[in-house]
C-alpha cells in the first residue's frame, strides 16, 4: 500500500517570487510519481510526472519537481509563479509494478498567488 | 478533441433517490476510475475498470455501483444516496501500456452532488 503526504495545506506567495510544494511518499515496492493541478471548476490535469531517470523532472507551464529516493520525496517547484498559478495541486503515485490502475493522492495544497 | 465528459456537472437530490452519473471517454481507453474528492482528503478510488465488464472496488466503494458494459462508458449508481455522498466526484480514464501505471490520468469536469 502507498500513501502520500502534503503537509502544507494552503501556500499564499506573492506574483513572481519562488514557490515549493513539498510532497512525501510512503511504499513498500516502487513507485511512479505525478504532480496534478487542480483550476476552480476543473477536473485535474498532469503537471509532470518521475518514472525514472534523470531525477529532475520539467512540466508544463515552468514547473519542475526533483524526486529524492532517500527522502522519498517529490517536492515542486516554481522559480517565479504568475497569478494564473493559483490553483490546487495533487501530488500522487502509482505502483510501479503495474497492471493496475490506482492513484493514490495526497491531500493537496492550496496555491494562492497574491499581487 | 480527446476528452472525459461527465453528466451532470451539477445535482442536487434527496436521500434515498437512486440517481447516475455518466462517464464517457472518447480516447478509447481501457482503465477508466470514479474517484470523490472531500476537503482534507483529496481524491479517493471509488471503484475502478480495466477493461469492459472488468471492475473492481477502490477504497471507498460502499454506497456506489458501477457498470462498464462499453468500453468508453462508466456510469456511477448510488442506489439509495446519503448525505455522507455529498462530494465532488471525478471520472477518469487512462491508456494501457505495458501496465498502465505510469501514463497519464484524464479527468473530467467533476459532478458536484448534494444528497439533502
Known amino acids: 500500500a502507498q500513501s502520500v503526504t502534503q503537509l502544507d495545506s494552503q501556500v499564499p506567495v506573492f506574483e513572481e517570487a519562488p514557490v515549493e510544494l513539498r510532497c512525501n511518499y510512503s511504499s513498500s515496492v516502487s513507485v511512479y510519481l505525478f504532480w496534478y493541478v487542480q483550476y476552480p471548476n476543473q477536473g485535474l490535469q498532469l503537471l509532470l510526472k518521475y518514472l525514472s531517470g534523470s531525477t529532475l523532472v520539467k512540466g508544463i507551464n515552468g514547473f519542475e519537481a526533483e524526486f529524492n529516493k532517500s527522502q522519498t520525496s517529490f517536492h515542486l517547484r516554481k522559480p517565479s509563479v504568475h497569478i494564473s498559478d493559483t490553483a490546487e495541486y495533487f501530488c500522487?503515485?502509482?505502483?510501479?509494478?503495474?497492471?493496475?490502475?490506482?492513484?493514490?493522492f495526497g491531500t493537496g495544497t492550496q496555491l494562492k498567488v497574491e499581487l | 478533441e480527446a476528452q472525459v465528459t461527465q453528466n451532470p456537472r451539477y445535482l442536487i437530490t434527496v436521500t434515498g433517490k437512486k440517481l447516475t452519473v455518466t462517464c464517457s471517454q472518447n480516447?478509447?481507453?481501457?482503465?477508466m476510475s470514479w474517484y470523490r474528492q472531500d476537503p482534507g482528503l483529496g481524491l479517493r478510488q471509488i471503484y475502478y475498470?480495466?477493461?469492459?465488464?472488468?471492475?473492481d472496488k477502490g477504497d471507498v466503494p460502499e454506497g456506489y455501483k458501477v457498470s462498464r458494459k462499453e468500453k468508453r462508458n462508466f456510469p456511477l449508481i448510488l442506489e439509495s444516496p446519503s448525505p455522507n455522498q455529498t462530494s465532488l466526484y471525478f471520472c477518469?480514464?487512462?491508456?494501457?501500456?505495458?501496465?498502465?501505471?505510469?501514463?497519464?490520468?484524464?479527468f473530467g469536469q467533476g459532478t458536484r452532488l448534494t444528497v439533502v
Open positions: 477518469a480514464s487512462r491508456t494501457r501500456t505495458g501496465g498502465a501505471s505510469d501514463t497519464e490520468a484524464f
Open positions: 480516447m478509447n481507453h481501457e482503465y
Open positions: 500522487a503515485v502509482s505502483d510501479q509494478r503495474g497492471g493496475g490502475n490506482k492513484l493514490t
Open positions: 475498470s480495466m477493461n469492459v465488464e472488468v471492475t
